[in-house]
């Protein structure tokens, strides 16, 4: 999948062809794809834009429906899935200085933490997730995602192109 000014596009042969999905847009653009850990059964993969909605396909990227309109205020910068989404729904959506929490597959949101800078990457296990924020640093929950702590008082960073879980290791 790639996520260009234009839409999102699919390619089916590693990369050697390149197809546009039904998500094809001339006013917002998509910020962030997310695909689901048991993408080979759910076929499931979400497209987050710059205003701030929320797109799901459920056929592998093929097809698209809009899940939330402005899940909150600002744009989704970053999405997680947990690892077992597949049996308990759980993600979390970075949009502004918010970390937003959906334990059922994105049908409805909750604030987990609210604070300053913007969130602009998450990653994580199952239980420890990591949210990298522009210039506060790095936030951790341990409950997957529900409460939100700082990581370290002496880490800071002015931004965070990417977060990754690597071998069992954040």
Request: aromatic residues 8%; contains cysteine; hydrophobic residues 40%.
């Amino acid at each position: 999948f790639a996520a260009t000014t234009l839409g999102v596009h699919i390619s089916v042969n590693g990369g050697r062809a390149w197809r546009d999905t039904e998500l094809m847009m001339d006013d917002d653009t998509v910020s962030v794809l997310a695909v689901s850990p048991a993408f080979g059964s759910d076929r499931t993969v979400y497209a987050g834009t710059e205003k701030g909605d929320l797109y799901r396909s459920t056929d592998g990227g093929r097809t698209w429906e809009l899940l939330a309109t402005e899940i909150a205020e600002g744009p989704i910068n970053c999405l997680w899935l947990s690892p077992d989404y597949a049996e308990n729904g759980r993600m979390l959506a970075g949009i502004g200085s918010r970390i937003m929490l959906s334990n059922d597959r994105g049908e409805s949101w909750q604030v987990a933490y609210e604070g300053a800078g913007s969130v602009l990457s998450l990653a994580g296990d199952r239980n420890v997730v990591l949210a990298g924020l522009y210039d506060a640093g790095l936030f951790k929950s341990e409950d997957g995602g529900a409460t939100w702590r700082p990581a370290s008082k002496t880490f800071s960073a002015r931004g965070f192109a990417r977060l990754i879980v690597a071998d069992g290791s954040l």
